[in-house]
């Protein structure tokens, strides 16, 4: 999704075991998960559309 929207989207992928600290801020315990400004949270590999959902709720959209 960020590779289509570049100016929209901003996305990093972190290493749980190298930066623990950003595990706990986001309690972070398994992965892969993917947080969306810090609030939500989606667990697990999921489809583009389950994702795109969770990225529209936290918009209010």
Same mark, same amino acid.
């Given at each position: 999704?960020?590779?289509?929207?570049? /100016?929209?989207?901003?996305? =990093?992928?972190? =290493?749980?075991? /190298?930066?623990?600290?950003?595990? =706990?801020?986001?309690?972070?315990?398994?992965?892969?998960? /993917?947080?969306?400004?810090?609030?939500?949270?989606?667990?697990?590999?999921?489809?583009?559309?389950?994702?795109?959902?969770?990225?529209?709720?936290?918009?209010?959209?």
């Amino acid at each position: 999704m960020a590779r289509v929207n570049p /100016t929209h989207i901003v996305a =990093d992928m972190v =290493d749980a075991a /190298t930066f623990p600290n950003l595990s =706990d801020r986001y309690g972070v315990y398994s992965v892969p998960v /993917t947080v969306v400004n810090g609030n939500s949270q989606q667990v697990g590999a999921v489809p583009e559309a389950q994702l795109a959902r969770v990225i529209k709720q936290e918009l209010g959209q």
